[in-house]
DNA sequence: AACCCCATCAACCGCCACAGA
DNA sequence: TTCTGTGGCGGTTGATGGGGT
């Protein structure tokens, strides 16, 4: 580890066990808080915030240590795609687990295993460009033989969309369209009052992540009757009527937003905030996190069988397994 | 055996938000 | 309203150890 280094004749580095126990018997007597006092009074060389730190990542009660069980990945995982890098609310719904024994383990672990399994880690999207994607399902609507299983591979609507999408000229247009439709598709939700939201321009790796189709599965239950049947030939028009008016291109606000948001350069946000997004741009998310906020259970009904493999491999081929079967059961 | 490369993760750093004076 | 102290957060660093050559 680091080189014991003094600086203002404060220690740096590693800590001995000596400190350990002379920072477990203060806080254990004292309690936490007050740190920058608390090096002096606990007889510890140590500058307040890295007692602080140690106490907290490492010293504190009931840190569970050692390696990841899948549960706790796959809550990582999903928490990430929905929150981004807010480690500490992701550490909030491990319990044992500190911030930044999450965040090492998503640098090292799940991040390279993502990005082995062509999912984006950032946006938890797949790998794959999307006018690229657009450009062959093109190609194959006009030549079917260049896929000739192309109908049973790709849901039609799935190909209509991607089509409707190439045809707009502007990124921004996409994204419009993208959010409106997604808008149309689940006004139900558009409509709740959530305390958890989240900006438009992030239903666009909704609608490209097939985890996100996955764990929206459940929501489909709660759209009202009365909501678009996208199983219905002409809902295309509908769409097309609802989402390409001048209505839609002529709110400055949302257009911006929606335009600084998804700029390929840009990390991804936190996606999620609370309070500063309008109600009428808001999402609901709830559902997203019910499944592991709110039971014990398995995030994926994959769980219980995963619980017995434990090596490394194994975890990497049930990702990519995992994967793969979302992807199927989002475009059937 | 020696060296190099790379993964891991504890610890640090800089910044920020918030509460209280 | 401004200042200051405190604690929290996310990003980064670098010592260590293991594997490969």
């Known amino acids: 580890m680091r080189k014991i280094a003094t600086e203002n004749g404060l220690k740096k580095g590693p800590w001995s066990e000596e400190e350990d126990l002379k920072l477990i ?29 140690r106490w907290t990542n490492y010293l504190r009660p009931g840190i569970k240590r050692g390696r990841f069980s899948f549960e ?90 991607v089509t409707i999408l190439s045809s707009l000229s502007k990124n921004e247009n996409r994204e419009l369209f993208l959010n409106n439709y997604l808008n149309t598709m689940n006004p139900y939700q558009n409509h709740q009052n959530s305390n958890f939201t989240c900006a438009p321009s992030n239903l666009t790796s909704t609608l ?74 808001q999402f609901n998310y709830e559902s997203v996190l019910s499944s592991s906020m709110s039971s014990t259970t398995p995030l994926v009904s994959s769980s219980r069988f995963i619980n017995d493999i434990t090596a490394e491999h194994d975890r990497e081929s049930y990702y990519g397994s995992m994967f793969n079967l979302d992807i199927q059961k989002s475009i059937y």
């Not at 018997?25 to 936490?32: A, D, I, K, M, R």
């Not at 808080?33 to 606990?42: E, F, M, Q, V």
């Not at 189709?213 to 097309?240: R, Y």
């Open 72 to 161: 706790e990945e796959e809550t990582i995982i999903q928490l990430h795609s929905v929150m981004g890098n807010k480690w500490s609310a992701i550490a909030a719904r491990l319990p044992g687990r500190t911030d930044n024994e999450i965040k090492n383990y998503w640098n090292t672990h799940i991040r390279k295993r993502l990005l082995q399994n062509g999912i984006d880690p950032v946006t938890h999207t797949p790998q794959v460009n999307f006018l690229d994607l657009s450009s062959v399902l093109n190609s194959a609507r006009v030549d079917p033989s260049t896929f000739p299983n192309l109908q049973t591979l790709v849901n039609p609507q799935v190909l209509k969309l």
């Open 25 to 53: 018997q203060y806080v254990q007597t004292h309690g936490p808080g007050h740190w920058r006092t608390l090096p002096k009074k606990a007889g510890l060389q140590r500058c307040g915030k890295s007692c602080r730190l």
């Open 208 to 281: 490209l992540n097939p985890r996100h189709d996955l764990m929206h599965a459940n929501d489909v239950q709660n759209i009202p009757e009365n909501s678009v049947n996208m199983n219905d030939d002409t809902s295309e028009d509908i769409f097309m009527r609802a989402c390409l008016t001048d209505d839609c291109f002529t709110i400055p606000s949302y257009s911006n937003q929606s335009t600084a948001q998804t700029s390929e350069n840009s990390s991804f946000q936190p996606s999620c905030t609370e309070n500063n997004i309008p109600s009428s741009q």
